[in-house]
């Protein structure tokens, strides 16, 4: 019988916190209507490639009614057997990242784009992403010690907004009124706001920032530059659009199909993208995208960092101090979590 070594806890603890590093951790958060679904259809196709690559996913499918279930309901309305359940879900999702760490996987993607918050609920409050701070602290309990990286794609407003309505029209909501839409280009939060608010929640991770501009429809671009690597990546499905923006003349035609007469002057019947907003609005909302694209390429506060082009494959030397940096945070105390009854301190900045 060969030599049997005993460790002490401590030291287990050390060696299993060194082979869970090795695992990137990465969440894709969206944003909605920014090609979330055809990049996740483009995993699911190639799942089995990318498993040889090192390259494990967790989609919608898998997450919204099993680990994520207890995590996804809006912040307003979680009760004490909500906590529970939230509690449960962070557990769940520990435990299975420690099951992929040991089966030495080098990449876990995490893409749900709900973890942010439900489009519905943005057209509901008229704002964008409301209560994401406090959606992301939920989530901290599950991912804040193993999260390496958060990558989030940015929209024009004026696009995203349209896009969000039109599949909103779609699913049977109403055509949004005068009102509504001045209001949308009126609200407040930013994407800068996201940026910011997902640093405070995960201050270890590395946030990756684009545009849908630049990304739209090569999910395999979007994956190298996620994960870094230099492999081979398949290409089956690559080029499939799902879940695409309604066209003017789907939705015209779903507004005389129910009978909406009050709403049918609201459309053309062309083949274009769908566009509620007039000239002015589109201006206005162009306008802060620019704004926000300015603070991303500046520098972000400091807060992430914005990928510009899908053919960049290697960071710049300010992205990667960001990254080293991350690193370094992460293997230093972390804030509370929601398992531990710990709250988080506010953000230091200088």
Request: one cysteine or more; charged letters at 25%; a positive charge.
């Amino acid at each position: 019988m060969g030599v049997q070594y005993q460790l002490r806890p401590a030291v287990w603890t050390a060696l299993y916190h060194k082979a869970c590093a090795a695992m990137d951790v990465i969440l894709h958060l969206g944003s909605h209507r920014t090609g979330t679904t055809t990049f996740q259809s483009y995993l699911a196709n190639n799942e089995a490639m990318l498993k040889r690559l090192g390259i494990v996913s967790w989609r919608p499918k898998r997450l919204r009614k099993g680990m994520m279930s207890g995590l996804l309901g809006r912040p307003d309305q979680i009760t004490a057997y909500g906590f529970k359940r939230a509690q449960r879900s962070c557990g769940l999702i520990r435990m299975e990242t420690d099951r992929m760490a040991k089966l030495g996987v080098e990449h876990l993607i995490v893409s749900e784009e709900n973890m942010i918050g439900a489009m519905r609920n943005n057209l509901r409050h008229e704002r964008l992403y409301p209560g994401l701070a406090t959606r992301m602290e939920r989530f901290r309990g599950a991912f804040a010690d193993t999260c390496t990286r958060i990558v989030l794609a940015v929209r024009s407003y004026d696009e995203y907004w349209a896009s969000s309505l039109g599949y909103a029209v779609a699913a049977g909501q109403s055509v949004p009124s005068n009102g509504q839409l001045d209001r949308l280009v009126t609200q407040p939060r930013r994407w800068r706001h996201l940026v910011t608010e997902l640093s405070d929640a995960f201050p270890a991770a590395h946030i990756m920032v684009w545009p849908f501009e630049a990304v739209a429809g090569q999910p395999e671009k979007q994956l190298r530059l996620m994960t870094g690597t230099n492999a081979p990546l398949p290409l089956k499905g690559a080029r499939a659009w799902h879940n695409k923006g309604q066209s003017d003349a789907d939705l015209h035609a779903l507004v005389v199909e129910r009978g909406e007469e009050a709403a049918i002057t609201r459309f053309t019947g062309d083949h274009s993208r769908w566009m509620p907003f007039d000239a002015a609005q589109q201006m206005a909302l162009r306008a802060q995208y620019v704004s926000d694209i300015r603070w991303l390429k500046n520098g972000a506060d400091g807060c992430a960092s914005f990928i510009q082009s899908p053919d960049a494959t290697k960071l710049t030397e300010e992205d990667q101090w960001l990254a080293d940096a991350a690193k370094e945070q992460r293997a230093g105390p972390t804030r509370g979590h929601i398992h531990d009854g710990e709250e988080s301190p506010p953000r230091q900045v200088g």
